[in-house]
Structure formats: C-alpha cells, structure tokens
C-alpha cells in the first residue's frame, strides 16, 4: 500500500495558514501576498503605541533606534508573532523558525531611494536561508515609495555594486541583471503584509508624495542557520529568539520576549 503525503499547506499549520495555492505561488514568484494581519482600524491603535513608545527613543541598538525593537517592546513582538503572519511562514518552512531581526522602515515626504537589492547580499547568517514580513503600518501606495519587486527573481544570485546615486543602502543589484518589465507594485492598506524571501529582488522609490510610510519587517529563519550576533548590520549583545516549534540545533544566542 503506498503512503500518501499530506501537502504541507493542509498540515496543521493554524487558522492562517497558506493554502497550497498560495504555497505554491510562493515557491514560484518568491513572495505571497497581501495578507491581513488586522483591520486599518486595529492598526491605527498599533500605530499609536508604536509613535508613542517606539519611534525617538533608544533601542537594543545603541545605533540604531529603528532595528530589532521587538526585543524591548511588546507591541512590536505582538505584531511580528501574531499567528497572522508566522502561520504562512510555518506552511512554508516548517514549524520551527526563529526570528533574528526587525527594522521600521519609514520613508518621510522625500526620503530616498532604497536601490534594487537580495537582501542576502547584507546579512550574517550560514547559511542563507530566510523569510521575511514586510507590514503596512501605513497605508501604502506608489506615490509615497511602496516596495517593488521582480516575480521570480529568487531563482538566481544577483552581482551587487557600489550604489550610484544618491540612495539608501552603499550596494545595489546591478542593474545589467533586472529586467524592468516584470516589475510589480505592493500597495498595501494599513495591516496588510507581504511575504518575501533572501533572494527576491525588491526596491522602493524616492517618496515624492506628502505622506509618510512606515512598514515593519521581520526576518525569520530556521535552526540549522547560525547568526553571526555581533557583527553589522546587526550589534553587541544581539539575541535572536524562537518564535515557533523547537530550537533543534542550539547554534545561536538565544533571548527571551520582552514583557508584556
């Protein structure tokens, strides 16, 4: 008699769960999305808390108040573990995952490019394996810089070059290897998230419209990676903490969330 295997997105994954369709056009185009953490409403309380209690003060990075504050505040590890956003993740890379990182990425009337890039081409980890959240805090659209991205790109590394004009990172994709006419934009409303992996080429524009954007992104990744903690971009004392299922491995300093 020959088993049958039951597809990972009817697995027991949780009320969000991804279905196989979704799981699917995952592994194909390298990202999935939108998906719905909360309602605008709900997150304009979120927005609140995050204004008050996150934005301008000093975070786990003395250099830099907008990474990893999920470390030391609630409201951001709520957010970034919410069954919402690690259900999808775990129908795609299993039950076990770890979240090493957050950052807020927000975009001022005017703030500038962040140039055509695979985030593997910056990070720490062996090796580099890695699922990303990218959610709205404010309404997203193209005239105030929503993330881009190429469909598919995942399928190949990218060469990285020194950034040429003015932008936000020092690196960017060479632009010899991005085909333009793929592009797609990921407008979002305040509470929706996208789901992106290492290898997907993304960028977002100058913002030209008189509205801010604020999105958080968390980075996840499986036991069998080791971070390497105390090194750019990330900093001393860095913990990364587990999130879901079991740290079967034990490579990496692990911390605790912070209290509610």
């Known amino acids: 008699m020959t088993a049958t295997l039951t597809p990972p ?39 609140r808390r995050i204004e008050t209690e996150v934005v301008n003060t000093p975070g786990p990075n003395p250099k830099n108040p907008s990474q990893c504050r999920h470390l030391d505040r609630r409201v951001v590890y709520d957010l970034v573990t919410h069954p919402a956003v690690l259900d999808p993740m775990r129908s795609l890379y299993g039950p076990d995952l770890i979240l090493w990182a957050t950052y807020f990425f927000t975009k001022q009337p005017g703030g500038v490019e962040i140039p055509w890039h695979q985030d593997l081409n910056y990070w720490p980890i062996e090796p580099l394996i890695n699922i990303s959240a990218w959610i709205a805090i404010d309404r997203v659209t193209k005239e105030n810089s929503c993330v881009q991205l190429i469909p598919g790109s995942h399928k190949s590394v990218v060469p990285h070059i020194k950034s040429v004009g003015e932008m936000a990172f020092g690196e960017m994709a060479d632009p010899a290897f991005i085909d333009q006419s793929k592009v797609i934009d990921i407008e979002l409303e305040p509470g929706q998230f996208f789901l992106f992996n290492e290898k997907t080429l993304h960028h977002s524009n100058k913002n030209v419209s008189q509205m801010r954007r604020m999105g958080l992104t968390s980075r996840v990744t499986l036991p069998i990676v080791k971070i390497t903690h105390d090194v750019p971009p990330l900093f001393p004392g860095h913990t990364a903490l587990l999130v879901s299922g079991r740290d079967t491995m034990g490579f990496n300093r692990m911390g605790q969330p912070p209290v509610g």
């Open 9 to 47: 997105a009817t697995r027991n994954h949780g009320r969000y769960a991804l279905s196989r369709e979704q799981v699917d056009f995952f592994h194909n185009n390298g990202y999935v999305g939108p998906l719905t953490l909360c309602t605008p409403d709900e997150m304009a309380e979120h927005r």
